[in-house]
């Protein structure tokens, strides 16, 4: 029987956060200057609020400082961390036995979006290439998992850091996100759905969400008044970095499943997410070709 998540519906509208989903960019150069203290509790108090794909799983994260050169640091950020300059890092940690990328992806990018809601810039980091490394250095416990961290503190305001930070985003197309008609299908994979406007200012929220490389594996099958969310597993950065296998494709199927989920709240729709695991029958039903992976599903209103 696949997984489902509890949530509690949402009626309220929250302009706030939907704005947050659709402005929030990767920022990889920031001011050498620290987030108020208010800020920064704020930030670990958030803790309390982050909502689960998979109860059952345990999900902690600290706040650190970045200070200088620190070997911690360095080991967790490995190569590209000489791109980025942040004076702050949350390191996130999960354990347990269900979908664990996918629910580390789907709390931690609630996290992201509330730091930018603080008016703070984020960039996401991956560790799944040398996680054994960062698992060592931090001393982590048994089964723990560190998949990425995110840094943030406030974008750079000089020129050169503006023009840094956004030729990275065009090198990687961040800036031009894919026309719905792309990658939104109706009945069976490959038929171009006609959305409704609400289903289109739902679904901008998950184009618009980050991922290893700019990736954008998402593919949603609309089917019976719901999402069917889909992994395309060959895209040029996954097979440059042998990401499927490290799991890169089920982190970034939690982080969007996250941003469609806080969209819908933030909508004042319910969203209940139901985990798929790769279900064949269904998978035949939808048409999708070898090289995707079923995910999940959720419900998604036409208004």
Known sequence: MPASRPQTETTVPDEETFAALLSRRSVRRYENRVAPEETRRSVV??????????????????????????EEL??????????VSARHLVLPRI???????????????QLVIHLTRLGLGSCWIAALGHEGEVLDRFKSPKNERIPAVVVFGYPSESKGGIGFNRSIRVALSAHRPPPHEKWVFAGRFDSPAGLTPFQEKALDALRRAPSA??????????????????????TPY???????????????????????SMALSA?????RWTMLDNEEGLRAELGLPDNYELLARIPLPTA
């Open 45 to 70: 108090e958030f803790a309390m609020r982050v909502e689960p794909l998979v109860p059952e799983n345990e999900f902690s994260y600290s706040v650190l400082p970045i200070v200088g050169k620190s």
């Open 74 to 83: 360095a080991t967790v950020m490995g190569g590209y961390g000489k791109l």
């Open 95 to 109: 354990r347990g036995d269900s979908h664990i990328l996918a629910d580390f992806g789907f709390r931690v990018e």
């Open 213 to 234: 490389g700019n990736s954008r594996p998402w593919r949603v099958v609309l089917k019976d008044g719901e999402a069917h969310l889909a992994l395309k597993l060959d």
């Open 238 to 260: 996954y097979r440059l970095s042998k990401g499927v296998r490290l799991g890169y494709h089920l982190l970034d199927g939690g982080i969007g499943m996250s941003n469609l």
């Open 267 to 271: 909508l004042g729709k319910p969203a």
